[in-house]
């Protein structure tokens, strides 16, 4: 079936530096996406979503980007703490249902 | 507290032996889900619901059964345990399931689950 693909398993970046997760997706109906940060032992935890008519938005310090084109999907991370470790999944649900595909996920480690 | 809470969050069972993991959202969300988590495997959705008395086939709905007759709740239930059933589960809530709806998802603690 499709899935929601990323492009590294691990990233890893200096404290302070701004972090990108790439994620590529498959199914051009998706309407709606989101990502996701786990830490250890936790359940996933919102980070922030996009809808399909929009290619940019931002929150606090994350910045998503939507390409349809290309049917990608990026995270931006400014300035990235020691916190910002973890394990993060991109997600698109499927137009006209609540059908969730998650990708595999990205690990970012974090070196002072 | 607004929370999503499972329980039990640690089962060990044998095959075949139905077991129900309970999942209980004090939000007032609509929208409700189950994942499993395997190595290598990312979170895969079993069964959603958009509200009371409807769910809907996630990507892997096989060996599971869910029921939603209150808003609250959304039970899962394994009606006969496989080995292939040990994972991690997760549980989820978000408020709107509309179209134009966020599905934000508040996640539970998690229950890992052994079948021998």
């Known amino acids: 079936g499709e899935s929601v693909g990323l492009h590294l398993p691990t990233l890893s970046v200096q404290e302070g530096d701004n972090s990108i997760i790439n994620c590529a997706y498959s199914n051009s109906a998706s309407d709606y996406f989101i990502w996701y940060k786990q830490e250890s032992g936790k359940g996933p935890q919102f980070i922030i979503d996009?809808?399909?008519?929009?290619d940019k938005r931002q929150g606090q310090r994350v910045t998503v980007l939507l390409n349809k084109t290309v049917k990608h999907l990026s995270l931006q991370i400014a300035a990235t703490q020691p916190g910002d470790s973890a394990v993060y999944f991109c997600?698109?649900?499927?137009?006209?249902?609540?059908?969730?595909?998650f990708g595999q996920g990205t690990t970012l480690q974090v070196k002072p | 507290e607004a929370q999503v809470t499972q329980n039990p969050r640690y089962l060990i069972t044998v095959t075949g032996k139905k077991l129900t993991v309970t999942c209980s959202q004090n939000m007032n969300h609509e929208y409700m889900s189950w994942y499993r988590q395997d190595p290598g495997l990312g979170l895969r959705q079993i069964y959603y619901?958009?509200?009371?008395?409807?769910?809907d086939k996630g990507d892997v709905p096989e060996g599971y059964k869910v029921s939603r007759k209150e808003k609250r709740n959304f039970p899962l239930i394994l009606e006969s345990p496989s080995p292939n059933q040990t994972s991690l589960y997760f549980c989820?809530?978000?408020?709107?399931?509309?179209?134009?709806?966020?599905?934000?998802?508040?996640f539970g603690p998690g229950t890992r689950l052994t079948v021998t």
């Open positions: 989820a809530s978000s408020l709107y399931a509309s179209q134009q709806g966020k599905y934000e998802q508040y």
């Open positions: 997600a698109e649900k499927y137009s006209n249902t609540g059908k969730l595909i």
């Open positions: 996009i809808r399909s008519n929009m």
């Open positions: 619901s958009m509200n009371v008395e409807v769910t």
